[in-house]
């Protein structure tokens, strides 16, 4: 059974960094590309940041372009999202995903807010 569990995640002040962690179980996260995206009250689930298997980024939003980074470790089956100059309107619920042609896996996400 594939898992995938989020951490990092909390309170931080405007200006403020956080890493966000995706350490995956059951598979090898090197079959997949991965992914964050973010969810705020009241909107839609938006990506942030997507890369392939072999590490290659794919995918960075505007909104973040700049201030976050994703990166993969293969060896400890885990994803991250490096964020920084955190803005209130990051404040969102971040999960991860694992994606390949044939399946998707998410995590649970991981509660990012950002104020003062």
């Known amino acids: 059974q594939v898992q995938l569990v989020e951490s990092g995640g909390g309170l931080v002040q405007p200006g403020g960094s956080l890493r966000l962690s995706c350490v995956a179980s059951?598979?090898?996260?090197?079959?997949?590309?991965m992914a964050w995206y973010r969810q705020a009250p009241g909107k839609q689930r938006e990506l942030v940041a997507s890369?392939?298997?072999?590490?290659?980024?794919?995918f960075v939003a505007d909104s973040v372009k700049g201030r976050f980074a994703i990166s993969r470790d293969n060896a400890k089956n885990t994803v991250y999202l490096e964020m920084n100059s955190l803005k209130p309107e990051d404040t969102a619920v971040y999960s991860c995903?694992?994606?390949?042609?044939?399946?998707?896996?998410w995590g649970q996400g991981t509660q990012v807010t950002v104020s003062s």
């Open positions: 890369m392939t298997s072999t590490g290659t980024a794919l």
């Open positions: 059951g598979t090898v996260l090197e079959l997949y590309g």
């Open positions: 995903k694992a994606f390949n042609a044939l399946r998707n896996y």
